[in-house]
DNA sequence: GACTAATTAGTAAAATTTACTAAATATAGG
DNA sequence: CCTATATTTAGTAAATTTTACTAATTAGTC
């Protein structure tokens, strides 16, 4: 959705192609420099920051919405997507605080009575985790501004975003434990003290030092490779990589890390 | 709704009282005798057995809905409820396997062709578990049948429901070792003996005779009662109720069952 | 009153987790 | 070139938890 035209006529005529009454929204972690970043849009007709999300077309899944979704607005794809819990208050959006002139100078229309998109909308939240350096954020006609924020210090957030981070940081924590996801928010190669460092992010908390790489490795996800890192005056680390075909195994079957 | 003329009038008019395109299924189970029950019913125009669910007021929220569904068919009040996934995939609902004349007949209709309940709908899942004792199952105009199932031998079931028992089973045993759900599921007061045969049901699994119950005690959650049970020529039971102040803690807070 | 079968306390062995020590090592700086 | 330093990482002992097993208790029944 890049010109004018084609956003008005999303407006208008949308629900010939996408379900009305549903959404998504996205909350997409990245981790960079020891802290855990959110990704947060802002529309173009609002003041205040949002998850990114949109609408289900009709031929697709709800993951495949998701995972376009999160394309759209990262340039990733095939990234790990989990939905978290769907929100359906009666009240989650307030649509008498709509600007109306905007409205008006979109679609010409005084009114949006009626309109597909001014109903009670029901959002399906998924999360996702990913390699922050890999990130390029986008945009599109709907979107005035795309950022990175530190999950620490987050701006207010429109509609009942602030809940659903609540529960897709919970969420995400919870299946910390049980799949190996920490995974997706590392590059190809790490060393254990990076990996431990992600850890101790993520569930914001202290994990020692020498045990819990020795967990790690005892999942038994983990190749040791040959190569090593240069981290100057120390002790070079080695790299490691994980096993894509136990990776996925463990993703199925669950896990146990304490 | 109980005459066919508010059933009428619902399916004509529902999407001025109900959200379009969404609903709710409820996957309810209950223990009895050592076995694990799911309730399903038989809407009258089809000839498969579904999970009981419908459409959300507009002025309710998700779980409310659920609650309202559960209650209309069980006669139950607040029974644990939890969200476990939404299903929504474009292919979940076959409308052209539904019966023309059938429609014909209660509608007045020839066609469904723009009505509000023939269209793409996403389905919120919850499940519920009880203590099979106390329910009274019920009906309405819209279902002929209502009825108890074993877990281990379910009919074939309408649309995506069988994707959504897998589902809820999988998260309701994940959510066992995690917060105290069992105890929804027996009386107000019951021996060691009884829930660890419960648990056992529940998880499909052998647990220590010996160790189990202990466990269950060292969680906090279960007061010693004075009384004991009789059962017959063996040592009486201490029976045991819990404490629901420690209960609803460990609903929020978690627990760690092993 | 002995027998039976279930409850339940007790305990030893096994396994796991945690806490701590120290060896290995890469580079900087003298 | 040698030592100091910071980090990785192997090793191990202590603490804790889990598991496996034994046996005491007890309410009927025969």
Redesign the pocket.
Known sequence: MQTEEEFKDFILNGHLHYIPNVSIDCAIFGYHEQTLKLMLIRHRNMSSWSLPGGHIKRSETLVEAASRNVRMHTGLDNLFLQQFKTFGDPNRIQFNKFDKEKWFEITGLTSWEGNWLMDHTISVGFYAVTDFSETVLQTDISIAECAWFDIGSLPPLEFDHSEMVKEALHTMRLHLYHYPIGLNMLPEKF???EIHALYETLLGKKL????F???LIALGLLNKLTE?R?????????LYSFDREKYTLALKEGL?L?
Chains 1, 2 share one sequence.
């Open positions: 060393t254990l003290s020692d030092v020498s045990n790489p020795k967990k090593k240069s981290i100057g005056a120390h002790r070079s680390p080695h146990v304490s």
